[in-house]
């Protein structure tokens, strides 16, 4: 955990000029920071290279996806004649635009809709609000969950064990359920308030799903951070309560959320896309792939299949991307949590507190059903 | 871990401990659900109702659903009204919730538990054989099974089997439990299945039957991999357990070992998991209801989202998690039966 002892051995064989010095305890630093990645079996380290070589695919296509798409999201005409500030094609006739349902061809690879968009470039426009969503709730859940878990587990007490209660709550109700609620909820208020924000309540929602998980892991560590010699040194020698969560707590935690990172990023991706297809997500004609799938229901009924298959696809890819390298990395990371498995492990705790099934819960994604359901 | 006490003496304390704890639960549950859709300033059933009702509609409404009064005062209210067995008239459906539940439900369940009968065999097959062959190309496939499994957005792949199996193929309907053009039966279960056959009518089973298999499938196929993941995962750590090494050393074989001992051990904590998934698919499979029209709990709340109809997804989502503390209650006890390292 503590990178110090290496880094001090490094230099100390070795006095030379500051420079050097600095140069070789950087070394040391990567050195011990990739460690975990060159012991971990060949299997891990493949999904890790997977999973990611698939998400930075997908992130390379979000950023630029002005570019790299050949149409915007609702553009229906070349682009001579199309005037992005308002959407609209000038002075073209029906025979000039792009054509209705076009099966996939050279011209449109993965076909077009019935409204005239390019499919394949509302998949590739699809897959910035896919980022944008994750970045959003993730950030949400975490700094909402992290310092609640932080302070929970080192004040503890009543106040821990009330906040215990509130999360496993949270957490006992079926994500794409809550989320839904509080999209619909907030969504109302917001319209009843006047404001203009399609993206706000689903990426809150998606957002707040995630909360209990960052506060039980964070909050479980903790509990283990807090009884060690260095953290009862800091208390000793008069440091502040919050400084020691924040400086001495907290960096021993951090090694937890990479993993939930990735994971809870896979499931959102698939939790916005459940949104979208009910409705909740962004309003038309942004490309969304969930909301894409639903407004090409009607035409997978009636044959036309390549309207929905290719955002599906994505949202298949992306998520698969995402939880090979949330896979991967929960192997290379906690090998010892391999086998038990952390999201199990924030359920059993959770049952735990509850009394309700001891510590025999199995490891398993039994959240990420609940989105597909 | 508890300690263990041999012959069952803790099942008794188990279980009373158990179901004292589910009510305290379950309010807790009630409360945060009363908080997240009333944590903003404003008045939702005027929302709800905008531009479609009269004033006096309004203003019986919100009379109706206490919404003038006091928040402490609706809370203790929407508390009372459930111990009472009064869930709510819902703004946009005729029925209370009560009757709506007991329409509803048993579609839900028959769906629910037709996707569990594909999911768990095909999860433990999938699961063991991982686990038996570990780091083997086959453990590697059945790996990628389960996460590309979940990875799919069950609503895709719905309409990708509606395309396959229906569009291009007549082989089997596309939605909803029953054909228009059959005789509904009137049971007294509300199955289709058990009703068809308790009626014997022959034509309606086999038309109920049909049109189960595409949803089932599909819901099924998604969890599938949960269960592959937890098998596999559950069958590794028994398999590294002292007593199957013993059993290795008294020269037990291979198979008996693997389904002897590991294999019954393994299951137990997958059962409980299998119920929580039952428990929260109960709550509606909303996504795969939508996808094929199935008229149960999870596609009328999304009518009533798409109504706005505040009351009645309040109403809905309390029954829901009535229902889902209620069976997660059962299968601790389940489970404690089972296995008695979980009792106290």
């Avoid at chain 1, 009843?192 to 209990?212: E, K, M, N, R």
Wanted: aromatic share 10%.
């Amino acid at each position: 955990m503590a990178g110090s002892t290496e880094v001090s051995t490094t230099t100390t064989s070795q006095p030379a000029t500051a420079d050097i010095s600095r140069w070789r305890r950087a070394r040391a630093r990567i050195e011990h920071g990739l460690r975990p990645w060159r012991r971990a079996n060949p299997g891990a380290r493949y999904l890790v290279i997977a999973g990611a070589a698939i998400t930075l695919l997908f992130a390379f296509l979000a950023v630029f996806a002005d570019t790299v798409a050949p149409f915007g999201e609702d553009q229906y005409c070349a682009d001579e004649f199309f005037n992005p500030e308002n959407g609209a094609c000038i002075g073209v006739g029906p025979d000039e635009q792009v054509p209705n349902r076009a099966p996939p061809s050279t011209e449109y690879p993965f076909g077009t809709t019935d409204t005239r968009f390019d499919v394949l470039s509302r998949v590739i426009l699809g897959a910035r609000l896919a980022f944008a969503v994750v970045a959003f709730s993730t950030a949400f859940a975490m700094l909402i969950g992290v310092p609640l878990g932080l302070f929970s587990g080192y004040i503890g007490g009543r106040f821990d064990r009330v906040m215990v209660l509130v999360m496993d709550a949270i957490y006992a109700f079926p994500s794409l359920l809550l989320a839904i609620m509080i999209a619909f909820a907030l969504g109302l208020r917001l319209e009843q308030l006047g404001i203009d924000a399609p993206f706000v309540p689903a990426a809150v929602s998606v957002g707040t799903v995630y909360i209990p998980q960052y506060f039980r892991v964070i909050r479980n560590h903790t509990l283990s951070v807090k009884e060690e010699p260095y953290v009862e040194a800091a208390k000793s020698l008069g440091a502040s309560r919050t400084s020691i969560v924040f400086r001495y707590v907290f960096f021993n935690v951090v090694s937890s959320i990479p993993v939930l990172f990735t994971l809870n990023a896979a499931d959102a991706v698939l939790t916005m896309a459940g949104l979208g297809f009910l409705g909740y997500g962004v309003r038309f004609p942004t490309a969304e792939w969930g909301l894409d799938v639903s407004l090409a229901l009607a035409d997978s009924v009636a044959g036309f299949w390549w309207t929905a298959f290719w955002p599906g696809v994505a949202i298949t890819l992306l998520v698969t991307g995402l939880s090979l390298m949330g896979e991967g990395l929960n192997d290379i990371i906690n090998p010892l949590l391999r086998v038990k498995g952390y999201r199990g492990k924030a359920k059993a705790s959770a049952r735990e507190t509850m009394k309700l099934a001891g510590d025999r819960e199995p490891a398993g994604a039994t959240s990420r059903a609940e989105a597909g359901a | 871990m508890a300690t263990t006490k041999p012959g069952g003496s803790g099942l008794g304390k188990y279980v009373l401990v158990r179901l004292a704890l589910a009510p305290v639960f379950l309010l807790l549950l009630l409360t945060l659900l009363f908080v997240l859709l009333r944590i903003l300033p404003g008045d939702i059933v005027t929302a709800s109702l905008a531009g479609r009702a009269s004033e006096e509609r309004i203003e019986a409404a919100r009379e109706a659903a206490g919404i003038d009064r006091p928040i402490g005062v609706q809370y203790v209210e929407y508390l009372s009204n459930i111990v009472t067995g009064d869930f709510g008239e819902p703004l946009t459906d005729p029925r209370p919730v009560g009757e709506l539940v007991a329409d509803l439900l048993p579609a839900t369940i028959e769906l629910t538990v037709f996707a569990m009968l594909i999911a768990i065999p095909l999860g433990i097959l999938l699961g063991a054989v991982s686990a038996r062959f570990r780091d083997t190309p086959l453990d590697g496939a059945a790996r990628l099974f389960g996460i590309v499994s979940f990875s799919i957005p069950v609503f895709w792949l719905g309409i990708q089997a509606q395309l396959v199996f229906s569009v291009w193929n007549d082989w089997l309907p596309t939605g909803n439990r029953i054909s228009a053009r059959i005789a509904p039966v009137d049971g007294p279960t509300g199955f289709y299945l058990i009703d068809g056959v308790l009626a014997s009518n022959g034509e309606f089973t086999l038309t109920a039957l049909e049109h189960l298999i595409l949803p089932g499938a599909t819901l099924g196929l998604v969890i599938s991999g949960v269960f592959v993941r937890l098998v596999r995962v559950n069958m590794l750590q028994t398999l590294r357990a002292d007593y199957v090494e013993s059993a290795h050393a008294r020269g037990v074989g291979e198979r008996p070992v693997l389904f002897r001992h590991a294999f019954k051990n393994a299951l137990v904590p997958v059962i409980t998991i299998m119920g929580l998934q039952f428990a929260l698919l109960l709550g509606g499979a909303i996504l795969t209801e939508t996808t094929f029209s199935w008229p149960g709990i999870g596609l009328k709340l999304v009518d009533f989202i798409n109504a706005r109809d505040y009351v009645g997804v309040q109403s809905l989502v309390t029954v829901i998690a009535i229902l889902i503390v209620s069976v997660s209650v059962v299968i601790d006890i389940i489970n404690g039966l089972i296995d008695p390292r979980v009792r106290y």
